[in-house]
């Protein structure tokens, strides 16, 4: 575990950290591009924490060259046990890239498009719930994926959903936030389908498809659950694999989809620790909704119980989510 150069403590894993009442060393990582308001939300992080007796936080922000890895990296080093990160998806992602094993906690305070892990972890988007939820100290110790040594804790995918995430234009993104992978969805409704080797735990399942989607959660924007028995906390993945061939497919698809069906025409479901997904062509990939390098192969293996969150109390509860305000 890292320690700190002055205390020669080490990081307090997370039911520690639960049941200890000392104020904790923390770090923040921004990113500029992403948030909003950036004056106003170091000033109320850093007012909330010394209110709550915790130290000045350690202060870092991305940069194009480093989207938040290193200063995850370097924070836990310098001794930080919780580490705020403002940003979307893409951010935390890189932050996890950090964290993961190191039993520092991560904090989200979201602030990007999707914002989906704050999503399946009941996290709202104001800032402040974020910096209140860490100093009440629930905690959860979740799995995460990983490919060609990258990691991911919402979901990686081939296909269709990464080829929509690639498209979907930024400047399209910032004005109308989901809606725009919409946009991006409905140029690539008419491509090719893959044909595709799907081996999970050994298993291999030959099939026609248009995009297959690895996940640890299953909660996407606008209250749907693409894979509603995803648990991202019992060392396994959940494997999606979607083939609709019309339209009349589609619209199955997606109902069944926003009505939180287990069983949905065109989506197969199967669960397993190491997935490998290999195709008749390259096809896109993302991780987290960050694209990376396309290939015909997306191999996926899960590292069990390797990050801690910060989660509303109460933090036993099957459902992460479940010590969330409630909606409606």
Known sequence: MPHDPETSETVQPAAEQREDDRPLRSAVIV????VEGLDELRQEIADTLAEA???????FDTTAEDPGTGQARQAVEDGAEVVFVAGGD??????????????????????????????????????????RIALERGRRTIDVGEVDGQVFAIMAGMGLDAAMMDDAPTALKARAGSIAYVFSALKHLADDEMRLEVTVDGTTRRRRARTVVVGNVGRLQAGTNLLPDAEPDNGQL?????????????????????????????REVVR???????????????LDGDVIEPSERLDVSVRPDALVVCVYQPDESEDLAEGGPRKG
């Open 31 to 34: 990113n500029p591009n992403r």
């Open 53 to 59: 007796g915790w130290p000045e936080p350690a202060w």
């Open 90 to 131: 893409g951010t935390v992602r890189a932050c996890i890239e950090g964290l993961a094993g190191t039993g520092a906690a991560l904090a989200i305070l979201p602030g990007g498009t999707g914002n989906l892990l704050a999503a399946n972890l009941g996290i709202p988007t104001r800032s402040v719930d974020g910096i």
């Open 238 to 266: 959940e494997v999606a694999i979607i083939a609709p061939r019309s339209l009349k497919h589609w619209v199955q698809l997606l109902w069944g989809v926003v009505r939180g069906k287990s069983r949905v025409p065109s």
């Open 272 to 286: 397993g620790r190491e997935i490998s997904v290999v195709s008749d062509r390259p096809q896109p990939r993302q």
